[in-house]
C-alpha cells in the first residue's frame, strides 16, 4: 500500500505562483512514476504532469507546460509542482497519484486533493 498527502494548495491572483507537495509512504519502492492530475467542477479529471522516480524524466499536458515544473525528491519521497504564472482555468482540486507499472498507463493510488483557486 502507498499512502499520499497533498498539501500546498490555496487561493491565488492570476499570474501568481503555488508549489503543491505529495508527501509519499508505504512501499513506494515499488512506484515507476507519480503524477499529478486535477479535477475542475463540473468536469473530468484531467492528467496535468507525471515524473518517472528513476531518471527524473518528466512529461506534460500541454495547457501546462513551460508554467508548471514537476519534481521529486527520492530521499524524502516527495513530489512537487511548482505552478507559475497561474490562470483562472487552472482552478480545481489537484491530486497526486502513483504509477506502479512502466508498462500499465495507469494510477494505482491516489491522495485527498488540494484545492487550488485562481482569480481573475
Known amino acids: 500500500q502507498v499512502q499520499l498527502v497533498e498539501s500546498g494548495g490555496g487561493l491565488v491572483q492570476a499570474g501568481g505562483s503555488l508549489r503543491l507537495s505529495c508527501a509519499a509512504s508505504?512501499?513506494?519502492?515499488?512506484?515507476?512514476?507519480m503524477g499529478w492530475f486535477r479535477q475542475a467542477p463540473g468536469k473530468e479529471r484531467e492528467f496535468v504532469a507525471r515524473i518517472i522516480w528513476s531518471g527524473g524524466n518528466t512529461y506534460y499536458t500541454d495547457s501546462v507546460k513551460g508554467r508548471f515544473t514537476i519534481s521529486r525528491d527520492n530521499v524524502k519521497n516527495m513530489v512537487y509542482l511548482q505552478m507559475n504564472s497561474l490562470k483562472p482555468e487552472d482552478t480545481a482540486v489537484y491530486y497526486c497519484?502513483?504509477?506502479?507499472?512502466?508498462?500499465?498507463?495507469?494510477?494505482?493510488?491516489w491522495g485527498q486533493g488540494t484545492q487550488v483557486t485562481v482569480s481573475s
Open positions: 508505504g512501499r513506494t519502492f515499488r512506484s515507476y512514476a
Open positions: 497519484a502513483v504509477r506502479r507499472s512502466p508498462d500499465l498507463n495507469e494510477y494505482d493510488y
